[in-house]
């Protein structure tokens, strides 16, 4: 069974770095695709970066081109999310999803999600 554990969440000033990381077990990873959405109060979830397992291809939501990264160490079955420049409306609640299917930006196709991680952007 596919489980996927997120940590690295917290409070930060706007400005400021956080690496959030998703170590997933269970399976293995190779044909998977592994994403990042996110959820704050009141809002549907939304997607934020994914990245295919086997290519490293990877995928941004506009509104954190350029600011974040998302990365996958194979050794360690984690997969990263590299957030800079932050904003206060990058609040929200992390998750961390795979997928047997190809690389998608849409929730609905991920299979399996992690717990969550709280990220406040302090302004």
């Known amino acids: 069974q596919v489980q996927l554990v997120e940590s690295g969440g917290g409070l930060v000033q706007a400005g400021g770095s956080l690496r959030l990381s998703c170590a997933a077990s269970?399976?293995?990873?190779?044909?998977?695709?592994m994403g990042w959405f996110r959820q704050s109060p009141g809002k549907e979830r939304e997607f934020v970066a994914s990245i295919s397992w086997s290519l490293g291809s990877t995928y941004y939501a506009d509104s954190v081109k350029g600011r974040f990264t998302i990365s996958r160490d194979k050794a360690k079955n984690t997969v990263y999310l590299q957030m800079n420049s932050m904003k206060p409306e990058d609040t929200a609640v992390y998750y961390c999803?795979?997928?047997?299917?190809?690389?998608?930006?849409?929730?609905?196709?991920?299979?399996?999600w992690g717990q969550g991680t709280q990220v406040t952007v302090a302004s």
């Open positions: 269970g399976r293995t990873f190779s044909r998977y695709a």
């Open positions: 999803a795979a997928t047997a299917r190809l690389i998608t930006t849409s929730a609905s196709a991920y299979e399996h």
